[in-house]
């Protein structure tokens, strides 16, 4: 994307190939140049379609030859859906009539395997640079449409529920949840945003394999005159397509935010919530004022408890603070994660039936105890449990996708009782730490 007033630019790119360590290295060599920024991969032409309509790179770098769809017939239909992306056709067969047939398909350039660092390079921003008029025309286009749409609909369209996932006992599993609740909300037309807001040792990033230079902090820097066009750019795009917010890389970073401006991150969401359907949010054990205002305008509270003593306990705490607080009853779902059964009650464990006798609300959702592999399976890939297990009807799959979609079918379409939460939320009443 370029910027008239002068800032650098930030080149979007979509790699398309089959062979995983192909794009890897691609990507890697990307990451030297501070104006390129990869926003997904695909595995073959037809996920590369889908991956380039939904986020609209700057560039395409693909691969001929691939299953399913190879990057011909892909780059045919991209150049028709995403007149803006210029495509890269990358192949070990350099002959003419090779080149001839990428240009044919609406390529607008050729790299030979194995790529050439420095022609990569060059490619990339000359392929940019031919295709600025094409981005003016469009912008132009677009920018007119969206001031039609906001005079008949008014800006912020999309239903902008905020999921708090929140325990009070550490070690719960919160962020194991978030980034499975995240994917399984990604359905056909939901747009999906997952918040690390566990500001100073937050794990989505190591969980997601995602490593950015932006996040959190340099929000919290710019509250007040945040908007969308900076947003979209510290915003992550993992190779799923799932939208992420990181936390700041250092703990001493995030005491900036925690001191200086605690509702910092509340007030990020708040501002950018009605771009997406849902907004996952996982959180860390300790109540301070920043989870306190993300507790205050969330639409639902995940609070996880482990089927221990001390776990029961706190949450039993945290209930009896959310009714102090005037919250209705639905608006904290309750989830046992880690779950025993029959066999592993012998052992000690606390039944979820007990625990919910106890605490006098329903389980929404019990999440088996499972072999720590399937997890460390998972966070090794940089997936979440849901893509990394073939089988989604094993847990804790199963059970994942299970919270995923009745969070789904109960707030998607309830928009009447959505206004009314949002009225009860602007009168005054007791908050937390005296605010």
Excluded: W
Aim: hydrophobic share 40%; aromatic share 4%; with cysteine.
């Amino acid at each position: 994307m370029s910027n008239e007033q002068g800032e650098k630019r930030i080149i979007t790119i979509l790699l398309v190939d089959d062979i995983p360590e192909t794009r890897e290295n691609i990507k890697k060599l990307l990451a030297f140049e501070p104006d390129f920024k990869v926003i997904g991969a695909a595995a073959n032409g037809r996920e590369g379609v889908e991956m380039a309509k939904e986020l609209r790179p700057d560039i395409i770098i693909m691969d001929i030859n691939m299953p399913d769809m190879d990057g011909l017939q892909a780059a045919n239909q991209i150049t028709k859906a995403v007149p803006t992306a210029g495509v890269i056709m990358m192949s070990v067969q350099t002959d003419t009539d090779y080149i001839r047939k990428a240009m044919l398909a609406g390529a607008r350039n050729f790299l030979a395997k194995p790529v050439n660092m420095d022609e990569l390079y060059e490619t990339v921003r000359n392929v940019y640079d031919q295709y600025e008029p094409i981005r003016h025309q469009m912008s132009q286009m677009s920018e007119m449409i969206l001031e039609d749409r906001k005079k008949v609909r008014g800006e912020g369209e999309r239903a902008g529920h905020i999921i708090v996932v929140y325990s009070p006992q550490g070690g719960a599993g919160c962020t194991t949840i978030a980034t499975n609740l995240a994917s399984g909300l990604m359905k056909e037309g939901i747009k999906v945003l997952l918040v690390d807001a566990d500001l100073q040792f937050g794990d989505v990033g190591v969980f997601l394999n995602m490593h950015g230079q932006a996040t959190l902090l340099e929000l919290a820097e710019s509250v007040e005159d945040l908007d969308t066009e900076l947003f979209e750019n510290i915003v992550m795009v993992h190779d799923s397509g799932l939208k992420v917010l990181l936390a700041p890389p250092r703990p001493e970073q995030a005491d900036i935010i925690i001191r200086d401006n605690p509702d910092a991150v509340a007030s990020i969401l708040e501002k950018v919530r009605s771009n997406y359907d849902f907004i996952v949010v996982d959180t860390s054990s300790h109540l301070d004022e920043t989870l306190a205002s993300l507790l205050d305008i969330a639409t639902r509270i995940v609070l996880i408890t482990p089927p221990t003593l001390p776990g029961i306990k706190n949450a039993r705490l945290m209930l009896d603070l959310f009714d102090q607080l005037g919250y209705p009853p639905e608006k904290a779902c309750l989830v046992v994660n880690r779950a025993v059964d029959d066999r592993q009650r012998r052992q000690g464990g606390i039944s979820a039936e007990k625990i919910q006798s106890y605490l006098k609300r329903p389980v929404r959702e019990k999440i088996p105890l499972v072999e720590e592999r399937i997890i460390l399976n998972a966070v090794n890939k940089g997936v979440p449990v849901i893509a990394a297990e073939r089988d989604t009807n094993k847990p804790p799959s199963k059970q994942y996708i299970a919270l995923a979609d009745a969070l789904m079918a109960e707030l998607m379409g309830d928009l009447e009782e959505e206004a009314e939460e949002k009225s009860e939320k602007s009168k005054p009443g007791l908050r937390l730490f005296g605010r």
